[in-house]
């Protein structure tokens, strides 16, 4: 009895065995992309199928573009494959979940860079978003290749739901936590001056490898202003700096939100996509402090910035690659591009910052090295007053110190106006009690009986009495 037990038991085991075997044969295999013209959508003469170093291989014309597989999509599983770069080229890259030319993700070798193993710079991943290389919104997804010169190397993504990792010569070079681009299916191509060899694409094969996204390591962190209101881009012209308060927003602009990414990131090409010419937006934040207090605040911006607290220009900077006026790191965008000393009042402090856009990415960051007196930080919201007995301030104003010097206030459609001599006409704000906001730190303070007008800016008062 006991010796036909041990038997049936053996037969059991073997028979689990073989299933798990041929189980794992199954799934192991791959599809092996033939490297020949009628597997691939490419232009004729820019790539040749030819025998190179002994194996079969494609080559791929310098500044041609992506040669995609035909009639493949991928979504989750392990790319393989082997290139040898030329140094004709800048970059050779493999593109995956690739909807079109404006939509996809990348990997990427940086020719000169690749065999140096301390430079970050070798082998990168990004997002392209409305056909923007966002390599300078995400240089976390960077490292070194320590890829070799004028020999193969063997390139394997395993790609599962929001994660990756990159193998360069079976060497893990980048693990991507969550992948940034807006499409998970479609095509794979190649791009770049090289030779490509030994295609094998195994869907579903994800090595183990989570589908989740991973941690974020900044999420638990207070002191990154996270959540901002914000306007929609305007036209910004070429050296042309938004200083004066006639290039500010006026509060009925922040119709919008916008929360951060990871790492703190707002990106600004995923909310508005690219565009041609230099453009602007402006966000804007409240910081609410039990006391006055003095704060560090690391920026992160892309390409250029103008911040602006409680209506007092604080600090304006740029970080233009393509004009060598490049912050660290290289032009990419990070918290570390710079920092300015805010002296916040008891209360509540506007933050208003506008970003524009230069080239490539478009985005900001901002983080608070301290959180000691800070009660709140929300997105702007605009507080509404009506103006009540509007036309009791429609009249002229003579300056006490000189009457040569007018202000002249009109009725339009429930706004009140002020007619400047020499200057455009300005809406002005309400901020109940008889104030007015006139803009970039002027207010109009107006007596209980409207009949004399203190204007203020900067610490300096000048006061108006009311014609008769």
């Known amino acids: 009895m006991k010796k ?51 194996r079969k291989a494609m080559k791929i014309a310098p500044a041609y573009g992506p040669v995609v597989i035909k009639d493949f999509i991928f979504k989750d599983g392990t790319i393989e494959y082997d290139v040898l770069p030329t140094k004709t080229e800048f970059a050779c890259a493999i593109y995956f979940h690739r909807k079109n030319e404006k939509e996809q993700e990348i990997v990427y070798l940086r020719v000169p860079k690749m065999t140096d193993p301390f430079a970050n710079e070798g082998i990168q991943y990004c997002p392209i978003l409305d056909g923007v290389n966002m390599w300078d919104m995400y240089p976390q997804y960077q490292s070194s290749a320590a890829a070799k010169a004028d020999e193969w190397n063997h390139i394997k993504l395993v790609i599962s739901g929001m994660q990756m990792q990159v193998f360069v010569n079976n060497n893990l070079r980048l693990i991507v936590p969550k992948l940034e681009g807006r499409e998970h299916t479609g095509s ?37 202003i996270r959540n901002w209101s914000i306007t929609q881009p305007t036209a910004l012209e070429e050296g042309r700096e938004p200083t004066t308060f006639r290039d500010l927003p006026k509060d009925e602009a922040f119709t919008e939100k916008i929360a951060t990414e990871r790492y703190g990131l707002i990106n600004l090409t995923r909310r508005f996509g690219s565009a041609e010419k230099r453009r602007i937006v402006w966000l804007k934040a409240v910081i609410t402090t039990k006391e006055p207090t003095s704060v560090n605040l690391q920026l992160g911006f892309s390409d250029e910035i103008w911040l602006i607290l409680n209506d007092q220009i604080t600090y304006t900077d740029k970080n233009i690659f393509r004009q060598n006026m490049k912050k660290y790191p290289d032009g990419r965008i990070s918290i570390q591009n710079g920092n300015i000393r805010l002296k916040l009042k008891k209360g509540e402090n506007q933050l208003l910052v506008g970003v524009s856009n230069d080239f490539y990415g478009w985005g900001f960051m901002a983080r608070l090295e301290n959180m000691e007196n800070i009660t709140a930080i929300e997105p702007y919201q605009q507080k509404k007053y009506s103006i009540e007995h509007i036309d009791s301030y429609v009249g002229t104003y003579v300056a006490e110190i000189d009457p040569q010097f007018k202000l002249t206030f009109v009725q339009k459609d429930g706004m009140l106006i002020a007619d400047v001599p020499n200057q455009e006409n300005v809406a002005l704000d309400y901020l109940g009690n008889n104030l007015f906001k006139m803009g970039l730190g002027i207010e109009l303070q107006f007596t209980s009986d409207l009949q004399q007008v203190v204007r203020k800016e900067n610490g300096f008062e000048m006061k108006f009495i009311k014609e008769k």
Request: aromatic share 12%.
């Open 4 to 54: 036909t037990f041990l038997i049936l038991v053996l037969i059991v085991v073997a028979l689990f065995q073989s299933y798990a075997q041929e189980k794992k044969s199954k799934t192991s295999t791959g599809t092996n992309i033939a490297l020949s013209s009628e597997k691939w959508v490419f232009q004729n003469g820019k790539v040749d199928f030819l025998n190179f170093r002994g």
């Open 188 to 224: 794979i191509a190649f791009d770049g001056d090289s030779y490509i060899s030994n295609i094998e694409i195994k869907p579903n094969q994800m090595e183990g490898l989570p589908q989740i996204e991973g941690a974020d390591l900044t999420r638990h962190e207070t002191n990154y």
